[in-house]
């Protein structure tokens, strides 16, 4: 399972109700290739779900991830910061082997 902290999924909805999304629009996220460590995070919104994704409801928000993500993910936490060192979210990985100094990718 993706978990998502209270403060990630407040900002979640703040992003949602400001930008007007599609009710029942969820947080997608994922992993590509790229990035300093090998693999890079994605964040993004869908309101459409696959028949393969996983899908969890977390602090009132729908998590989404495609299947080959997960093997990544599975166990990840999601947390918002807004501090004087940046604003944005942060992904705790018990995969990652390595991340990079940004926090922005990871290998396994």
Do not use: H, W
Not at 40 to 61: A, K, P, W
Not at 63 to 84: A, H, M, R, W
């Amino acid at each position: 399972m993706i978990l998502i902290t209270t403060r990630a999924a407040d900002e979640v909805r703040r992003i949602i109700s400001e930008q007007e999304l599609p009710s029942g629009t969820g947080l997608r996220v994922g992993v590509k290739g790229g990035g300093c460590s090998g693999f890079s995070y994605t964040l993004g919104f869908d309101d459409s779900v696959g028949e393969t994704d996983q899908v969890n409801d977390i602090e009132g928000i729908k998590v989404i991830c495609d299947p080959k993500s997960f093997l990544y993910l599975n166990g990840t936490q999601i947390d918002f910061e807004d501090n004087l060192m940046g604003r944005g979210f942060k992904f705790g990985n018990p995969n990652a082997s390595k991340s990079c100094g940004c926090g922005e990718s990871f290998s396994v």
